[in-house]
Structure formats: structure tokens, C-alpha cells
């Protein structure tokens, strides 16, 4: 499986992005999908998931209330709704297949990684 991670830019602090995530394969809709992100020097954490039908969905507490992810498994999409960004929310946004139908925090129960998205948010 191949994801392609888009949708990312330079916007305002409390603008908004909406950042896509395009499967290869069919099979990614039966895996809970999870976006991470990277700023730098810092490590890798976890954003926000979704099960493999979108009917459960977890947020990092940072990120809750302002960021909203959705699927839709027609078109082997993921997207990542975000809102009243800060700058804190700059780096770098990977998207990921769960080994499982329903997603996790962990980056060890991810099996396939997109290549990232920049989004910068200027203050």
C-alpha cells in the first residue's frame, strides 16, 4: 500500500488546512488509519486516528476540538480537518495504515507510512 500525504501550506495562526491522505490499495479501507507529526528536533507523535469504517475516532489532547478526521473508503481517502491552528501545529504530517481495523497512538501498530506534508503556521 502507497499513501499519498497532501494538503498541506503556510497559514495564519487560527486559519484552517484540510490535509488528505490517498491509499494505493482497496485494502487500506478494511485498517484504521492514523496521522502523526514531526516538528523539528522534536519526535514523532501521534495526531489523531480512525477505525476502518470511520466510526470511532481518537484525538491527541492537544489537537481535540480543533482537528477533525474522516474517511471515505469509495475513494481510498483519509482527511485531516484542521482548525484554529496554532503554531505549535507546525511540522511535518504523515499518515499511516494500522496493522488493525481500528487505529492506535502507538507508531508500532502502523504498517505503512505516507512520505509527510509541511504545514507551517505563522503567528
Known amino acids: 500500500v502507497q499513501l499519498q500525504a497532501s494538503g498541506g501550506g503556510v497559514v495564519q495562526s487560527g486559519g484552517s488546512l484540510r490535509l488528505s491522505c490517498a491509499a494505493s490499495k482497496r485494502t487500506a479501507s478494511n485498517n484504521g488509519v492514523g496521522w502523526f507529526r514531526q516538528a523539528p528536533g522534536k519526535e514523532r507523535e501521534f495526531v489523531a486516528t480512525?477505525?476502518?469504517?470511520?466510526?470511532?475516532?481518537n484525538y491527541a489532547e492537544s489537537v481535540k476540538g480543533r482537528f477533525t478526521m474522516s474517511r471515505d473508503n469509495a475513494k481510498n481517502t483519509v482527511y485531516l480537518q484542521m482548525d484554529k491552528l496554532k503554531p505549535e501545529d507546525t511540522a511535518v504530517y504523515y499518515c499511516?495504515?494500522?496493522?488493525?481495523?481500528?487505529?492506535?497512538?502507538?507508531?508500532?501498530?502502523?504498517?505503512?507510512w505516507g512520505q509527510g506534508t509541511q504545514v507551517t503556521v505563522s503567528s
Open positions: 480512525i477505525s476502518w469504517n470511520g466510526g470511532a475516532t
Open positions: 499511516a495504515v494500522s496493522r488493525y481495523a481500528v487505529g492506535s497512538s502507538q507508531a508500532s501498530a502502523y504498517q505503512y
